[in-house]
């Protein structure tokens, strides 16, 4: 049974829908979309993406996804019109209106991602259903499927291998996730500057992950943030899961389609 919205959140939505230039920023995986073992096969439910559809038809609103993806597996599995804002690798990739926003790494840059590849492919080999995911500036290490004590020493090796081998990483846990990056970034910047881009007078942000509340930390006296699921947050709202998630972007989405061509 999907719960539904409380009090607070709906009167926060409310006041939200009035903001003149608006921005919807979403995080993916366990937020639009339920979190899947294999992270492919992820798609956002279809009340999430209709909500995303009609906010995304509204004047003065500016939709964006932001995840720790990398981009081009953002782009596969969020199947999201071209007017949306894409943010990929905790902010390093954007698709913004023009594509000259991309990642581009250097010659150290590139060297120090293969000395972290060898370190890292090493450690996954040695265990049980973890595995290596591939981002421009680093890899993923994935133990979901793993048992409990093979994803905690592995999390070790993982950290022990990594930093003998790369100096300066950028290190982030996350569910069942951890992530190195020979670059750094964070959803935090990539709120702010998507806050700059889009010229929005409010925001309103949902995620379910520790990356996540780099965002909520960012977020000002007229924002909404929204945490989707348990766990310890930063963000004023708390949703059971993506089904909630869902209803509160269609409730924004009403709310504001009545709103704005009232202004």
Same mark, same amino acid.
């Given at each position: 049974?999907?719960?539904?919205?409380?009090?607070? @959140?709906?009167?926060?939505?409310?006041?939200?829908?009035?903001?003149?230039?608006?921005?919807?920023? !979403?995080?993916?995986?366990?937020?639009?979309?339920?979190?899947?073992?294999?992270?492919?096969?992820?798609?956002?439910?279809?009340?999430?993406?209709?909500?995303?559809?009609?906010?995304?038809?509204?004047?003065?609103?500016?939709?964006?996804?932001?995840?720790?993806?990398?981009?081009?597996?953002?782009?596969?599995?969020?199947?999201?019109?071209?007017?949306?804002?894409? !943010?990929?690798?905790?902010?390093?990739?954007?698709?913004?209106?023009?594509?000259?926003?991309?990642?581009?790494?250097?010659?150290?840059?590139?060297?120090?991602?293969?000395?972290?590849?060898?370190?890292?492919?090493?450690?996954?080999?040695?265990?049980?259903?973890?595995?290596?995911?591939? +981002?421009?500036?680093?890899?993923?290490?994935?133990?979901?499927?793993?048992?409990?004590?093979?994803?905690?020493?592995?999390?070790?090796?993982? @950290?022990?291998?990594?930093?003998?081998?790369?100096?300066?990483?950028?290190?982030?846990?996350? +569910?069942?996730?951890?992530?190195?990056? !020979?670059? $750094?970034?964070? +959803?935090?910047?990539?709120?702010?500057?998507?806050?700059?881009?889009?010229?929005?007078?409010?925001?309103?942000?949902?995620?379910?992950?520790?990356?996540?509340?780099?965002?909520?930390?960012?977020?000002?006296?007229?924002?909404?943030?929204? +945490? $989707?699921?348990?766990?310890?947050?930063?963000?004023?709202?708390?949703?059971?899961?993506?089904?909630?998630?869902?209803?509160?972007?269609?409730?924004?989405?009403?709310?504001?389609?009545?709103?704005?061509?009232?202004?």
């Amino acid at each position: 049974m999907i719960a539904p919205l409380s009090r607070e @959140l709906t009167g926060a939505l409310r006041e939200l829908a009035r903001a003149r230039r608006l921005l919807v920023a !979403v995080d993916f995986d366990g937020t639009l979309a339920p979190t899947v073992d294999d992270p492919a096969q992820a798609r956002a439910l279809p009340e999430a993406r209709a909500a995303v559809l009609q906010l995304l038809a509204l004047p003065r609103t500016r939709v964006a996804l932001v995840s720790g993806r990398a981009l081009d597996s953002l782009i596969e599995v969020a199947e999201a019109p071209d007017e949306t804002l894409l !943010v990929g690798s905790h902010g390093l990739e954007l698709r913004l209106d023009e594509p000259d926003d991309a990642l581009r790494l250097d010659d150290l840059d590139r060297d120090r991602v293969a000395a972290l590849r060898a370190a890292l492919t090493g450690v996954a080999d040695d265990f049980d259903e973890i595995w290596l995911e591939a +981002k421009p500036a680093g890899f993923a290490l994935h133990t979901r499927l793993a048992a409990e004590d093979d994803a905690r020493r592995a999390h070790l090796e993982a @950290l022990h291998e990594a930093e003998a081998a790369v100096e300066g990483l950028t290190v982030r846990p996350g +569910k069942d996730v951890l992530e190195f990056s !020979v670059r $750094s970034s964070s +959803k935090g910047e990539a709120i702010e500057h998507l806050r700059r881009y889009t010229g929005a007078d409010a925001v309103f942000y949902a995620g379910d992950d520790v990356t996540d509340e780099d965002a909520f930390a960012v977020l000002l006296a007229d924002d909404v943030g929204v +945490k $989707s699921g348990p766990g310890p947050t930063a963000a004023a709202y708390r949703v059971a899961g993506p089904a909630e998630v869902a209803v509160a972007l269609q409730a924004l989405a009403t709310l504001r389609g009545g709103d704005v061509h009232e202004q």
